[in-house]
């Protein structure tokens, strides 16, 4: 016996096998092909919502470097600064102050006075297009929509007058001429307007803010820095070092990671998810390229004997089987990586529909479509591992066979024997022996299809999962809402719905009612009674409580001075309020004599009074007034229709909107409601459209509609994506079965053609093999409902179903419409197999080996 070594022998043997496995190669291939289009379409659609998310949250909240501190005061900068430059992570940083909120009636959105070195202008996305960044003191560059607002042309060398408030607590404000030395285009969906002055004129007039007051919220003459490191890897441990080194040891100050740049926080991408799909996609292709392997192996067996005969060793063989799956993966992989990049491009804009829904127009996600190689070497290289773990049993079969064993695998000498066995069974019993007997092969084929049905029915829980009326409660407690809010506190207005702004939305002819709530900050002076609440709360809660919130406690007990969200409520939303105990009535509370003051939920298990009914409530105005109220009722203000930023110590009071406009002479609304006639949504949209944004375009406008449709957009996305799976799935199912009988057939000849010759007829025959189909999809099937059962709830709600407002329904409703489609597949291709096969004679059957 002797030893084969020639590599090229090994070569030639490889090539000989892949041409008698003609039709096993095409299918192999297209396996390969769809395993390695799954990866790539999940790389390009996972990356591609990373990248849009940052984009979009970059142009939103109008920051592109990788951390950024803000808020400085000049010792903290210089340390700062020193840090950054001696840092070996840092690329490049730029360096800002903010001088003030601009103020000018014309300005119906947020205007800020700064001044920013090109680094820091091109991380606000704020750089001027035309000219350039001032250099003289009496220089200015500023976006289009603030000329446009102040009626300047937008031209080099114009003049523009601008006011800015130099202390918000002082009331102080400046006045200047600049010249126009460069402009930009202004975009409305940011979160304000920038307006450059030069670093001379900053230092100048900025406003010598201590670290005191910028603890206490003062933040004009406050420094900033944006920082780029040489690479994203390990933000925040870099971004956590420069703080520490530059003396920052307190929660939210000194340099913070931008959030865009957050690729798996909570509300932007599961790794989970991520890391459960791919683990799916292994599966499905496993399932596949094991079958066609291991069929490719048994049907070859013999000629894996005879080479092991002539000297062939063990590993040898394994080598002809590998070297078969990687010349296949050859062909499979690049088609399959080209068309995979072809699916994630065109679902990647599905695919961004961003999970927080909006209620505003125009607020869409920007779409980023990655084509990083990093993208197709992560895919081919799983593509091939998942190829790898599929050859893993077939290279072991054929390891291990030996000359004899080969040889009576081929003729299928068990199978007689089982025959001789079995042959006064009926059809129906052969049927579930066979299945028995090969019950190995039938769970591969049995899991492959269960698969496409567990997708199909987790997709419809997932749709069904996402309550459009949950949301809307929370987010929208009106069907349409206008404000001038930002997402962030220093750039927002609480007074952006004006007199004249009320009056047109008054006239609505379509509205059923309309809503006001108005705003301000006081302080109050707690009474013991509250002061105990309080300490109850802080006490359970001081461990949940970042440092910050810690300190802001501790600055409320020591002045025993309470923060108050005062509102003033007009009667449509008074009407929306969440009560606790019994709601007063409106023509009690309207007299001004009374106030509504809320209550905590968020700090313990059952709801914590401030104020009961009956009780007095003594109010001291920042304006030097004071005035006593009765509590009439403890109530909440709807989520939407409250104050919308973080806060940890406070108490909400509500008074209705004519005593309010007496104590603070504020007529200017936060927020105002409007919910339509029956049937009349799009009217009042279009009144709204046509007559209040024409007055000030800067207005947020949140509708149902607009919500709806973001709300489908959203659902469709995973529509679009379980279609996708669903369809290489059940081709993958299908494929297998089709392969699995096919083969079952063919390698069972010579048994189907005794059974005739013992009796059995053709068409009993035809019966076994469909009743043997029908034993493996309804074996799909159970193994699909519980899988469903038993994993999918767990497997949604951790990762795709993460969302506030969704609610799994357990159902396997999808499942049962799909057995008529499980019940066709497992009549016609056994059958179609079994009358290919019966072309040929009895006789002919018989002698073929």
């Not at 008698?20 to 092909?33: G, P």
Request: glycine share 6%; proline share 2%; with cysteine.
């Amino acid at each position: 016996m002797v030893k084969v070594e020639n590599k090229e022998t090994l070569r030639l043997l490889t090539k000989r096998f892949m041409k008698m496995n003609r039709a096993r190669n095409i299918i192999a291939v297209i396996a390969i092909m769809l395993t390695s289009l799954l990866f790539t379409s999940l790389f390009v659609g996972s990356v591609s919502m990373i990248l849009s998310k940052r984009a979009t949250e970059i142009k939103q909240f109008m920051d592109s470097s990788h951390a950024i501190a803000q808020n400085l005061s000049e010792e903290d900068a210089v340390r700062l600064q020193k840090t950054i430059e001696q840092s070996d992570e840092v690329e490049r940083y730029g360096t800002g102050i903010f001088l003030g909120a601009g103020r000018d009636k014309h300005f119906g959105f947020s205007v800020e006075v700064r001044y920013a070195d090109k680094n820091m202008a091109e991380s606000f996305n704020c750089l001027p297009t035309t000219g350039r960044l001032p250099e003289k003191e009496n220089e200015v560059a500023v976006s289009s929509l603030v000329l446009e607002a102040l009626g300047v042309t937008p031209k080099i060398g114009e003049e523009v007058t601008l006011t800015w408030e130099v202390n918000p607590m002082l009331k102080q404000y400046k006045t200047d001429t600049f010249q126009i030395c460069g402009f930009w285009q202004g975009d409305k969906a940011v979160l304000g307007q920038m307006v450059w002055v030069s670093e001379a004129y900053a230092k100048e007039n900025c406003y010598p803010v201590t670290q005191k007051e910028l603890k206490n919220g003062i933040y004009n003459g406050g420094k900033e820095y944006s920082v780029w490191y040489k690479n994203l890897w390990n933000l925040e441990k870099k971004t956590e070092n420069i703080s520490k080194t530059a003396g920052f040891t307190k929660a939210r100050t000194g340099l913070e990671i931008n959030p865009a740049y957050n690729l798996f926080e909570e509300d932007s991408f599961s790794f989970t998810s991520l890391i459960v799909m791919v683990l799916f996609v292994i599966l499905a292709g496993y399932l596949i390229i094991y079958n066609i392997f291991n069929i490719s192996v048994k049907t070859d067996i013999r000629a894996y004997g005879l080479l092991k005969n002539v000297g062939t060793t063990g590993k040898q063989l394994k080598k002809i089987v590998r070297m078969q799956a990687w010349k296949l993966s050859e062909v499979g992989i690049p088609i399959g990586l080209i068309f995979g990049y072809l699916a994630g491009f065109c679902m990647s804009p599905s695919l961004t529909a961003d999970a927080q829904i909006s209620a505003q127009a125009g607020q869409t996600t920007q779409t980023v479509v990655s084509a990083n190689p990093l993208i197709f070497f992560a895919a081919a290289l799983l593509t091939l591992l998942t190829v790898y773990l599929s050859c893993l049993r077939a290279c072991k079969m054929v390891e291990r066979v030996s000359p004899v064993e080969a040889l009576h695998l081929a003729e299928g000498e068990q199978s007689q024997k089982k025959i001789k066995k079995n042959t006064s069974v009926t059809w129906w019993g052969m049927a579930v022996q066979n299945v028995f007997r090969n019950w190995k092969k039938g769970l591969i084929v049995m899991l492959s299809i269960a698969l496409s049905m567990v997708v199909v029915n987790c997709i419809v829980m997932l749709v069904q999962g996402y309550d459009f009326e949950s949301y809307q409660n929370i987010v929208l407690a009106s069907d349409f809402q206008l404000d001038q809010m930002t997402d962030t506190l220093s750039n927002t207005n609480f007074n952006g719905i004006t007199p004249e702004i009320k009056e047109i939305l008054n006239k609505c002819p379509e509205s059923e009612k309309t809503g006001y709530v108005y705003y301000s900050e006081e302080r109050h002076k707690m009474e013991p009674a509250l002061l105990k609440t309080w300490e109850t709360l802080a006490e359970k809660n001081k461990e949940n409580w970042t440092d910050y919130e810690k300190q802001i406690w501790e600055e409320t007990k020591a002045d025993n001075t309470v923060k108050v969200h005062f509102l003033g409520i007009s009667e449509a939303v008074f009407d929306m309020l969440e009560w606790k105990g019994e709601k007063c009535s409106w023509d009690t509370f309207k007299s001004g004599d009374y106030v509504i003051v809320d209550y905590s939920d968020k700090y313990t298990e059952q709801p914590v009074s401030y104020y009961q009914s009956g009780e007095t409530f003594k109010m001291e105005y920042g304006n030097g007034k004071q005035k006593d109220y009765g509590v009439i009722g403890e109530a909440m203000m709807p989520y939407s229709l409250d104050y919308p930023y973080a806060d940890s110590v406070y108490i909400t009071v509500m008074v209705p909107e004519e005593e309010y406009f007496t104590q603070t002479e504020n007529q200017s609304a936060m927020y105002a409601t409007i919910d339509a006639k029956k049937g009349e949504d799009k009217q009042v949209k279009e009144y709204i459209d046509k007559n209040v944004l024409k007055e000030n375009d800067m207005i947020n406008v949140s509708s149902v509609l607009d919500m709806k449709a973001s709300f489908r957009r959203f659902v469709s996305k995973y529509y679009m994506i379980g279609s996708f799976l669903v369809i290489i799935l059940a081709f993958i199912g299908i494929m297998n079965f089709f392969n699995t009988t096919a083969t079952s057939v063919i390698s069972r000849k010579k048994e189907l053609a005794l059974l005739e010759v013992v009796g059995m007829t053709k068409k009993q025959i035809s019966k076994m093999l469909v009743a043997e189909g029908f034993l493996y999809l309804g074996g799909a099937f159970v193994i699909a409902v519980l899988l469903i059962v038993f994993g999918a709830k767990q497997i949604l709600v951790n990762t795709l179903g993460t969302a506030f407002f969704f609610r799994l329904h357990l159902t396997i409703v999808p499942c049962v419409l799909m057995i008529p489609i499980l019940v066709g597949i497992a009549y016609v291709i056994p059958k179609y197999q079994f009358e290919k096969m019966s072309r040929e004679s009895i006789v002919e059957r018989i002698r073929k080996e």
